[in-house]
Structure formats: structure tokens, C-alpha cells
């Protein structure tokens, strides 16, 4: 990338999965991984109403409201599964926020509601309902069936697509990162306990659309470096991808950095549906540009580097290096009275060797007048300067 006019490159992308600077990158994404399937094992996702059915109200109070009397009065009603309601107070204990499981029986449903509002109003008074929903069970499995749905669909064509575009192997590396993506975005929902609602998945594919196309960019760049420097074979895969994510690395911060300003000033400035939408989004923004960098992106140059073509490539790079480095070593061990390895020292045999046998075909092959279209110079058959013998000099 250039700065300034002056062209930075960092090496960020590394030829194998366990060395530098690979194992950074997956070394962190795993511990994220890991910490995010614990949460959700362990705490699991606070899900809305919509999704696992239930009575909502959101209520403004008179006076400041206390919790634990509001439990108490759940668990007098006498319903069972009351006690596991949610319950939540904001803006100085002054709204009541009571999400309630829900009751099948429809009788039983209207007496519990109205008995909770009217001990409510006794207590603390209502001044207002901001709120108030009421979703079925069966409602709710069916918009989770949908959204498993949605998500399914969405991977299957996205994998046609980038195989038909690109290839095969960038698809499933894609795929990888967006499943990178929405573990880690799941994971910190289960930790912080934010509400799971249809608003969420809808910023769930929002983000996975967002990640992929950023992931996109850097692949096509990757195709087209690879038609162009894969020819000569003297750059090997990773290096190729390392290159195309450089050249790609200052557009995907500038994206990155401009797409989340305005989600940061939602976050902090916005309403509750505002904020809950804008927090999967920053989340996914921000693992999106990460994912498509240092995930997706090694990946694919790992497990290209396993096809012979640029396996072949890796060797006679590796091989090449080796030996430009022995030779750069060598005089200075020697200059330090060191003696060489045996293992050296029959490279360089080798390497004199080799460049022995081109000097003495050189030395077989006749020598070429310059301009002369190959033909040998032919030895000169006169000594004088004239072209001619030597004439003898006349005694007067």
C-alpha cells in the first residue's frame, strides 16, 4: 500500500499455518472462538419474545421500582414458569421492562396479566405503557425455522457464486470466515446478554453480506496477480496473496473505518432498536475487515500451496534462498577464521562445480563476430598490417 506516496509493505500473510505471522492471527481467532462457544454453552442467548414466545411490557413508573418485590409478586401468582421471567429497570429505576413466559391457557394468561398490572399500579403507579407485545410459542419456532432457513440459503447460493466467479477453493474460505464471523458475533452477544430479535438477524446478514464482499475484493485482486506473477514462478502462492492484500490492505481500512463512524454515533446517540441493530452491525463490521485479512486470506494461500503447481513453486524458491544464503555467509565465516558445515561446503562444491562445467562450454564454443549472425571468427593467416606477407626490403 502507499502512504503518501511512499509504498509500504507488511508481511501478512505466511506460506505455513503454524509460523509466523499465521499463527498470530489464529491464535487469537481461536481463543475467540473458544471463549464465544463457552459463553454460549454456559450462558446461552438471551432470545426475544419472537423467537421463544412470551408477554412483553414495557412500563413508565411513578416511583422507582424494586426488583425483588416485583419477583415476589410473580411468584405469588401461582403460574408456573413465572419465576423464570426477565426483569429489567432503566432510566433510574423509573420503566419496568418484564418479559414473561409464555401461557397457553388463554384464561389463565388474562388473569395473570391483569393481576400483575393492577399490583403494579398499587405499588408504584403506572403512568404509561411504552410497550406491550404478546407472542405464541408456535409463532415463535417459526421464525426461528425461517432464520436457520434464510442463513442456509444465503451460503449455498454465495458458494455458487464466488465458485463461478472465482473458484472453488476462495468459496470455501469465504464460507470459513463468515462462519468465523458470526461465532465470534454470537459469542459476544451470549457474554454481554443483549436481546436476540428478528432487528438482530436482519443485522446478522447485513454483516455477513458486508464480510463478504470485502473478502471478494481481496480474492479478485489475488486472480489477478496470480495470471500476472504465478507465470514466471519466482514468487510462490503466499507471496502472491500477500501482495494482493497489500495492494487492497488501505482500501479495506478506509471501508472499514468510514462504514463504522456512523454505527459508533448510533450506538451512542440512538434509541434502544436503534442501538441493538447497530451493535451487531459494528461487531460485524469490525470482524468482517478482520476476517477477510487474516483469516480468509492465509487460508487460501495455504491450502493453494498444497496443489503441485505452487508446491513446485515453494521448493525452488525455498532451495534458492538457501543458497543465496550460504553464499552470503560463507566468505564472512571464513574471514572470521570459522570453518564451514559439511553441509555447506558440499553446496558450494556443487554450486562450483556447476558453474566450472558452464565455463569450459563457453571455452568449447568457437568465438561469434559480433553482428555477424553466429558464424565463428576466423583465425587472421596474415602477419602484416596490410593483410599481406611481410615483403622483404630491397638492398640499394
Known sequence: MYIRGREIKYNLVGGKAFSPPNLYWFGFSVALIVISVVALAVMGLNLGIEFRGGYLVKLRLDNPVDLGEVRGMLAEA??????????????????????????????????????????????????????????????????????????????????????????????????????????????????????????????????????????????????????????????????????????TLMRSIGTTLTTLLPIITILVFGGETLKDFAFALFLGVLLGGYSSIFIASPLLAIWKEREPRYAAVRERVDLKGAREAILITMPAARSAGGAAPAADEAEIAAASETSGTRESERARKPATVKGGGGTPRKKPTTRGPSGGKKKKKKKR
Open 78 to 247: 401461582g403460574v408456573a414458569g413465572l419465576e423464570k421471567s426477565i426483569l429489567q429497570a432503566a432510566e433510574d429505576n423509573r420503566v419496568l421492562i418484564l418479559r414473561m413466559p409464555y401461557i397457553e391457557d388463554s384464561q389463565v394468561r388474562k388473569q395473570t396479566i391483569d393481576r400483575l398490572n393492577q399490583e403494579l399500579d398499587r405499588a408504584y403507579g403506572i403512568s404509561e405503557i411504552l410497550q406491550e407485545e404478546q407472542v405464541g410459542s408456535e409463532w415463535g419456532r417459526e421464525v426461528s425455522q425461517k432464520a436457520v432457513i434464510a442463513l442456509a440459503v444465503f451460503l449455498a447460493v454465495i458458494l455458487v457464486y464466488i465458485t463461478l466467479r472465482l473458484e472453488f477453493k476462495m468459496a470455501v474460505t469465504a464460507i470459513v470466515a463468515l462462519i468465523h464471523d458470526t461465532l465470534i458475533t454470537v459469542g459476544i452477544y451470549a457474554l454481554t446478554r443483549r436481546q436476540v430479535t428478528p432487528v438482530t438477524v436482519i443485522a446478522f446478514l447485513t454483516i455477513l453480506g458486508y464480510s463478504l464482499y470485502d473478502t471478494i475484493v481481496v480474492f479478485d485482486r489475488v486472480e489477478e496477480n496470480t495470471n500476472l506473477l504465478a507465470r514466471s514462478g519466482r514468487m510462490t502462492f503466499a507471496g502472491i496473496v500477500n501482495e494482493s492484500v497489500n495492494q
